[in-house]
């Protein structure tokens, strides 16, 4: 298991070396930091002085190391747009985009699976007809357009739920969380519904594809010349067998969501790190537009080496092949 780990932690490496070279070109090739950081009226004697301070006089490679260096620490500078650090403004935003995110992904596991399950045993009835349809207006419609039409239904005719914000929070320690207020889980369900909603209905025609193919297969057919009863075929060996997949899109979407999360923050005005992206990008912040392709990039390697965990645990021909 150690040997597995350590394998799949020296193939991240290139990749997160990768995403640095393209976080400091944007350092080196993107925009001026001088003038963003001094205005438009500065002296020669403050601009050598600045350029000296963040060490720009120094070769290119010099600035790279030190990049990385800095990054491996979490220091990724002062933002242009607010000047306050960089590590300190993700550590604020974080909690609302993780929070976020792991209500869509409930959100997405807690009815994809089931309307998955359902429409692969019982592919011809109403019910698995609706649930399909419902499936490809979920896949068509864009992210956007949905939160939209949500905001337009629940919130602006209904007045159910809130439109904006995150509501109430509890501050635990550096950590603030929603979950402790009525205000807070009001404010996560619309945006909690448009960010799964594509995931969804994306597990649930994957189950559904993988349950048709595994009831043909032989050893479900033996299992029933055998007189097993359907629950035990449908659920002890059927739907156990279409984990592997499962856990590849539901992993990859996890991190999906926490990258893609930036369309759905800013409908509703969330203040995670999605949102924080976008008004960066449209100040040029260059320092936390890197920090946060880091990040992005960070997540997923650690989200691809649980999936390979989850694999090892959940598929024994990985374990007996590697003890030949």
Not at 35 to 49: H, K, P, W
Not at 146 to 153: D, H
Not at 211 to 222: A, G, I, N, Q
């Amino acid at each position: 298991m150690f040997a597995f780990i350590l394998s799949r932690i020296l193939q991240a490496i290139p990749v997160m070396l990768a995403v640095a070279l393209i976080a400091f070109g944007l350092f080196t090739f993107v925009g001026d930091p001088i003038a963003t950081m001094l205005g438009q009226e500065f002296s020669v004697q403050q601009r050598d002085a600045l350029v000296a301070a963040l060490g720009l006089d120094q070769p290119v490679w010099v600035q790279f190391l030190r990049f990385i260096g800095n990054a491996l620490r979490g220091e990724f500078g002062l933002s242009y747009r607010l000047s306050r650090p960089v590590a300190d403004l993700i550590v604020e935003r974080a909690p609302a985009t993780l929070e976020l995110a792991l209500c869509a992904s409930v959100v997405a596991l807690a009815v994809g699976v089931p309307m998955g399950v359902y429409t692969g045993l019982y592919r011809r009835s109403w019910l698995s007809r609706a649930f399909l349809t419902f499936s490809l207006i979920g896949v068509s419609l864009p992210t956007f357009l949905i939160g939209i039409l949500l905001i337009l239904v629940f919130s602006v005719w209904l007045g159910w739920l809130p439109s904006f914000g995150r509501g109430d929070t509890v501050q635990l320690g550096w950590w603030s969380t929603g979950f402790l207020t009525a205000s807070g889980w009001k404010a996560l369900v619309l945006p909690s519904i448009t960010l799964g909603l594509f995931q969804l209905t994306l597990i649930m025609r994957l189950v559904r594809s993988e349950m048709l193919e595994v009831l043909r297969s032989d050893y479900v057919k033996f299992a029933r010349a055998r007189g097993l009863r359907d629950r035990s075929i449908n659920f002890g060996h059927a739907l156990r067998n279409t984990l592997v997949p499962v856990i590849t899109i539901v992993g990859l979407q996890l991190g999906s969501i926490i990258a893609f999360s930036i369309v759905t923050e800013t409908v509703f005005q969330w203040p995670g790190m999605g949102l924080l992206f976008i008004q960066s990008v449209s100040s040029a912040d260059i320092p936390v537009m890197a920090a946060y392709l880091l990040l992005i990039a960070a997540v997923f390697v650690l989200i691809n080496l649980i999936v390979d965990l989850l694999y090892y645990a959940v598929d024994p021909r990985l374990r007996t092949g590697r003890g030949h």
